[in-house]
């Protein structure tokens, strides 16, 4: 072929592409950079909606005429279907949802806000339908469904009972209340989170004083200056003045550096009593969700919303409730030593006889910088992102045989921005392609939603018109500091283990050995099970030295990471954990009491202070309204589920433990590859397909203890809340 010949093709390729709708494009690598929002999203929703309800249409017609003549409907004839369903119509929509997380836009929130509520309508009709329900009812109790396999038969159960959560069994006056009441709910829980960011928005703090500002960071001085500059345009990091907020980002740095007591007490209270008085009270919005649970849990037949949210868990809640007052009774007293503790070094240092709870993660800081002498600044200069991510792709090829090369060509238009790269998972050898990573790992402020992620794009299954499988795609969003001039993006220890917790996510997806949508990859597994995948890899960090020291090395110089500091870090690992398994201990409770018997006639902060009491090892102030900022529960998907992040972390624990059992797991190579191999074809290779307690025993070979939790005891996730 000439070489014009050959151009006029590609042009031809390139035209007609230009041509369709890549929202409406089944690949496996979609063409994000194609997107034109204006031009593609609504006619792209639109038409998968349209064709939805004709094909829903269809297979509850088949399912009626079917059923009427007293026939069970076979497994093919009702989940591939279904499958084709949930992807076509999800699919544009999961797309434009993904844009908006990573490119956001006014245009997309437009469209997507347009769109959202006609989404909405549609999964409800589908998960309320009655034929399609009855007929999955029938599969079950037919001889056939003995002869499924295990992960079919998880997804009958599992389509059974998530309808008959959504209400499928009602009808009449209690099916019209049901609807209601989760219309109503889904307001509620926008408006937690509006009252949050209005709250937020509507309180600051302005300092003009130098001396008051004395230790925060330059980098928070700077946002803060930022800030003011709205009402003082000349306003500078170094002379201010500078506005405070109770943005994660402002009120953290205060409180754990600054060193005029005063402001840390003013921040301290505006974040213990935000969005609780006022035009954004949450009080009223909480009482009237609690409320409206229980009576949606009473209209599916459970005596409250706690069963409701038990009903799709691996754990059941008396399990929880003894697994927390199991670490309950090590982590008090612990939390109590940790107290004294504290209360001993601020008196040394400062001669504070009388420490209150803003000058507690200050002197906390303050002792741990004594302690250990890690400065976190420089130690970044240890951890280039380039080399970083080296280091954890050998880790992945060592223990799943899993190599994790630059995808270059396979997926010319799916990077969204400059930044995106896109990997190729193969097999060790690299002949076998097992599927994607598209990783966007730099902060694009205004652009991109703070924090980290992981999220299935495409979904590994079997497609049976082309006999061959469509291959799995994982996201990575992460806000690492962007590479400057001549220096590559330095990352801190807790940004690594932010990276290596999202890549284990990524890598269930991508491993997934199933071949149907429902349980493949991330999709099917229980809540609480979903974030041992990715705790697991952390420990890595924390605890193979071989690991930490394959990337740990100067920027510059490639000097490895000093022993010293080495040490140090180990020896911080267990610094104040009964302080921080208490907080995620009440937490977990907190939630699980106001879900499980809650009457409209309660005083919430009662609850509140009296279970405050017993978990924790000193009161909250008495004006103390957290409650009123917990969006896990309330706004986010968490009710009566908070405890995961404490259930998926001791099975986690459990199976790293695996690796340090006869105390040569790690150091042997051979052994840790073979325990990795075990890891893989059970943790990731199953999946949804499997029960969760059967995976870890199919990898453990017993059931989880917590004996390994309270061993590695890594609970971090509270400070983000206290
Ligand atoms: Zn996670």
Redesign the pocket.
Known sequence: MTNAARVSILHKVLLHDAESNPLLERTELPRFADVKVAEHAEPAVTKRLEEGRVQLQKLEKHCSTELAKGRTIPYNELVPPLEELYEDVGGPMGSLSHLKSVKDSKELREVIMKLEPKMITFWQELSQSKPVYDAFVKLKADASFAKLSTAQKRIVNKEINDRRLSGVGLSGDKAKEFNELQQRQSELRTNFSNNVMDATGAWNHTVTDKKRVKGIPDRTLAMAAQKAQVQHPKATAADGPWMFTVDYVLVFPVLKFAEDRALRETMFHALATLASSGKHNNVPVIMELLEGRQRSAELLDYSCYADVSFASKMATRPQVHSLLDELQSSAKPAAKKDMEELEAFAKKKDNVTDLKHWDRVFYAEQMQKEKFGIDEEELRKYFALPTVLDGLFALSLQMFDAKVTPADGDAPRTAWDKEVKIYKVSSGDGKEVKGYMVLDLYARPGQKRAGA??NPMTTRRYLPGDKKLQRPVATISTNFPAPQKDTPSLVSLSEIHTLF??F??AIQHVLTRQNETAVSGLNGIEWDA??IS??FMEYFISYDKDTLYSFAKHYKTGEPLPEKTYQSIKDSLNFREGTQMSMSLFLSKIDLRLHEKFDKNENINDIYMSLANEVLPSSPLPEDRKLCSFQHIFAGGYASGYYSYIWSEVLSADAFSAFEEDNVGLKDKHKMQETGHRYRDTFLSEGGGEEPAQVFKDFRGRAPSSKALLHYSNLEMSLLFF
């Open positions: 992620w992981a917790h999202e284990g996510h979903v974030e990715s705790q």
